[in-house]
């Protein structure tokens, strides 16, 4: 049986660029509650400057409070050596670090260019192998980006041998702005096949158009075992105008349940972690399967869903 291993990235890249106070308890426990769920990693904020991205300012307290689950991973984004230390310093079990595949969205996102991106990397990957914690390296707009539209697969390739031969323990190919269909990620899996083995190969979707299923499927079925998801489909980029939603984590355990692909996720513990989290928000999230959950009153916990949705009715 293919098996699969999905990261909730919701708490990070979810939560990131939500435009109001998010409290620190909510947080705690999203992150809590898909690791009970059986979520294997977990990325639980990010350790960048606070006025850039004043949403994460909490990720030390998150992950100080978090109650860890043993045999979970509880990861965080960092951007510079700075980012990296500090993160260590809240035992985070594996960083994040990311560049881009378009010259301009990185130029936009992190005011430096590929290059310089990559050299910044070179430190934290120093440092994170001396304490033997793995990295992870994001290549964003890996599929398009708002200024440049389409990137070959072949730039997609080469920088993704240069963040393995950095050092990086597994390449995370990122459709940033959710323009790639499934021949796309055909075509960059051909691509990258040569440079990245499969089992250090991630793929993360976004649903802006309606084809991060497709691709996860895809993906899949490409030899991709490791997927990232944000429960209830959270998520956007401030930068990437109209890129909202991740691949919904509920979209793509149904997917898989259906189609013979174990996760070792439970669907119904995703989905109340989601309702839980909606209700704090205090709008519907985007994932289609939670919708269909909630209607059907199969989810506990409190829920924006269920007030305006009618729910139950169509049961
Ligand atoms: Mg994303």
């Known amino acids: 049986m293919t098996a699969i291993r999905v990261c909730d990235v919701g708490p990070r890249d979810g939560l990131q660029n939500e435009p109001g106070e998010v409290p620190v308890e909510a947080k705690i426990a999203l992150v809590e509650a898909l690791a009970e769920a059986g979520v294997p990693e977990v990325e639980v904020g990010s350790f960048v400057d ?37 993160a260590l310093e809240s035992s ?30 070179a430190p934290v990957m120093e440092l994170a192998s001396s304490r033997r914690v793995p990295v992870r390296a994001y290549l964003s707009c890996a599929f398009g980006c708002p ?3 389409a990137i070959s697969p072949s730039v997609v390739a080469r920088l993704s041998g240069e963040l393995l031969s950095m050092g990086a323990a597994e390449v995370d190919v990122s459709d940033t702005i959710g323009v790639a ?25 976004h649903d802006t158009r309606g084809t991060a299923v497709a691709n996860a499927w895809t993906a899949i079925r490409g030899g991709v075992t490791i997927l990232d998801a944000c429960c ?9 105008p109209g890129a909202t939603g991740n691949l919904a984590t509920e979209d793509l355990l149904y997917l898989c349940e259906r189609s013979g692909v174990s996760t070792g996720v439970r669907l119904d513990g995703v989905a109340a972690a989601a309702s839980a989290i909606s209700a704090v928000l205090g709008r519907r999230l985007p994932s289609r399967v939670l919708a269909a959950i909630v209607a059907a009153g199969d989810c506990g916990g409190p829920s924006v869903h269920r007030q305006d949705s009618g729910a139950g009715s169509s049961r």
């Open 147 to 149: 200024d440049e539209g």
């Open 92 to 121: 985070a079990d594996k960083l994040a670090v990311f560049a881009s595949a378009s010259e301009s969205f990185s130029r936009r996102n992190v005011n430096a260019s590929i290059a310089e991106t990559l050299a910044r990397f």
């Open 232 to 240: 209830g489909g959270l998520g956007g980029c401030p930068f990437a």
């Open 50 to 86: 606070p006025r850039r991205v004043p949403r994460m300012a909490d990720t030390p307290e998150v992950f100080r409070r978090v109650r860890r689950r043993s045999g979970t991973v509880y990861s965080a984004l960092v951007p510079n050596l700075r980012g990296a230390e500090a």
């Open 181 to 205: 269909v499934p021949r796309d990620v055909e075509a960059v899996l051909d691509a990258i096949g040569p440079v990245v083995p499969r089992e250090r190969t991630v793929m993360h979707f």
